[in-house]
């Protein structure tokens, strides 16, 4: 699987944009993302499908359809939504040949996933800078579909947070991309990446700062220069 960089990027990262409150220095920890456990009810618990998909596999599309839009999500996130189709369908793919493996002490399967598109998407890390650069270079508003000026703030925002995604290192973008676009809990990204949560922390604050950095200098240096 390849991306395609030789193409403007298109809708290739349709919600490449963070909220304003995500850079700043007060985020909270596990209560900013949205992973935290769902009251009991007649749901059956991640874990209990998974347990139950080892005797009847047809169980497993489950879990498939209760995550695959947000692993699909993320994977679009961070490689464009062509090769997102490819790692979401080798992500549960993965996770079903693993399922025998899962620990089903833990009721929600949300970390485990994410850990594994993770994993997949880690082996086409320079596509993915490659993809975010290609994108930072489209100036041109209109090539990628601004027909307003509404619309090219848009894409102008996407273009200029491609860059500063494209700087980080693979391990800070990893933790930033987890939360933001993956929603996970501080505790969810500690488990999915396999690292301790005050790792997480430090990852965060870093690619927090870095993003605000890189995004700061290059609107200084526009000044009221319009790029078209």
Request: charged share 30%; aromatic share 6%; no cysteine.
């Amino acid at each position: 699987m390849r991306v395609n960089s030789g193409r403007p990027p298109d809708r290739a990262l349709p919600d490449l944009v963070l909220p304003a409150s995500f850079l700043t220095d007060d985020m909270a920890g596990d209560d900013m993302a949205g992973g935290a456990v769902p009251a009991e009810s007649v749901v059956a618990s991640d874990a209990e499908v998974i347990r139950l998909s080892l005797r009847d596999q047809e169980r497993f599309a489950e879990i498939f359809h209760r995550y695959f839009a947000a692993i699909h999500r993320y994977a679009s996130a961070r490689l464009g939504a062509d090769a997102a189709d490819d790692v979401a369908a080798d992500t549960f793919l993965a996770a079903f040949r693993q399922r025998e493996r899962y620990d089903l002490s833990r009721r929600d399967a949300r970390a485990w996933l994410f850990g594994i598109a993770t994993n997949l998407i880690r082996r086409h890390r320079r596509d993915e800078v490659r993809l975010y650069r290609a994108l930072e270079r489209a100036r041109d508003a209109s090539a990628v579909g601004a027909d307003s000026a509404d619309a090219y703030l848009v894409v102008e925002a996407q273009r200029r947070l491609a860059g500063a995604l494209a700087v980080l290192k693979a391990g800070d973008r990893e933790a930033l991309l987890l939360v933001a676009y993956g929603e996970l809990s501080y505790a969810e990204v500690s488990d999915a990446l396999g690292i301790p949560p005050g790792t997480v922390g430090s990852r965060l604050n870093r690619a927090r700062r870095r993003v605000r950095e890189v995004l700061n200098t290059d609107a200084a240096g526009k000044g009221d220069r319009h790029d078209g």
